[in-house]
């Protein structure tokens, strides 16, 4: 539910008795009811109401947390948004929603069921919600009040609330390493590369194997020609050909795949990374004036190691 910048007004009653036909005046929230017959009790601000199912308990009051199934109709019955498995939840009068369910919502007791129609004043009123909600719609309301909750029951929530979701962010990362892996060996065997991969998912090439005495390790101080690109070839960023990229090991200022991968490297050896997704910029876009990485990419850089100074800064 997007905010409409609406003064919020105390709620009132405007009668309690159901409108009959002739009682509405002609603008296209009251046009529509009379022409569907629909019997609906008035509330403040041009609101109308069914209730379907009573509920027990109290109404709800500012400042009160409410948790909230609902689905929400164009006057033409095209639904523009609903809740999905899990219901909403906000805090009544902390301009959380818009102004039409400050003021619906608390028309329905705990467990309560019905529809609320509102005038586009106090929904989405001139401007709309993009290519959802036109300008100037009145709107319809189907809600359910699951539940009032007070602050501790509140934060009860939104600790469950939470654990799901970082459930699903791991859910969703293993899927696309698994994804990725994938990717990487079909890359691999496309290109007949002799690859060697690690425990992290990274994969390397070792094309020259250069003549310095070590690979580089944590704290080397390196200075790196590189080219990047994308699985399709597509390259996003590449080195400066007259000075090249300098990186201390270690240091968490480069992506993990570099950190990792860099240690395969000798001072004068060449080679090929293949970093997958969750070792780059993972869900992130990286887009900047000369780079280009879409959410969740593998990366592929051709390297050189031009020098590599051992324990830089000791």
């Not at 609406?6 to 159901?18: H, K, N, P, Q, R």
């Not at 600790?159 to 699903?168: D, G, N, P, S, T």
């Amino acid at each position: 539910m997007k905010h409409v910048k609406i003064t919020i007004i105390t709620l009132l009653f405007i009668g309690s008795g159901l409108l009959a036909q002739g009682q509405m005046g002609d603008n296209p929230l009251e046009t529509y009811l009379r022409e569907k017959q629909i019997n609906a009790r008035s509330a403040t601000e041009g609101i109308y109401y069914q209730v379907e199912k009573e509920g027990e308990g109290n109404y709800p009051q500012a400042g009160d947390y409410v948790k909230i199934r609902y689905t929400g109709k164009l006057l033409d019955g095209k639904v523009f948004d609903q809740s999905n498995e899990e219901a909403i939840v906000f805090q009544l009068g902390r301009r959380q929603v818009i102004s039409g369910w400050e003021i619906g919502i608390p028309l329905f007791k705990k467990g309560g069921k019905g529809t609320l129609y509102l005038p586009a004043t106090v929904a989405y009123g001139k401007r709309g919600a993009g290519k959802a909600v036109p300008p100037n719609a009145p709107l319809i309301f189907e809600v359910e009040l699951e539940d009032i909750l007070d602050i501790d029951a509140y934060d009860r929530y939104m600790e469950v609330q939470e654990a799901k979701e970082r459930a699903a962010y791991e859910r969703r990362l293993e899927e696309q390493f698994d994804t990725d892996k994938k990717l990487i060996s079909q890359y691999i065997k496309k290109n007949k590369l002799k690859a060697k991969q690690t425990a992290s998912g990274l994969s390397y090439v070792i094309t020259k194997k250069g003549k310095g005495k070590n690979t580089a390790k944590a704290g080397d101080l390196l200075d790196v020609q590189y080219e990047g690109f994308l699985l399709n070839g597509e390259p996003f960023d590449q080195s400066d050909s007259a000075k090249p990229y300098q990186v201390t090991l270690g240091k968490g200022k480069v992506i993990k795949g570099w950190e990792e991968g860099l240690q395969f490297f000798k001072k004068g050896a060449e080679g090929w990374l293949l970093i997958p997704s969750k070792l780059a910029y993972g869900p992130r876009p990286i887009i900047e004036e000369t780079v280009n990485v879409p959410a969740n990419s593998v990366l592929v850089f051709k390297i050189k190691v031009v020098s590599l100074k051992e324990q830089a800064g000791e």
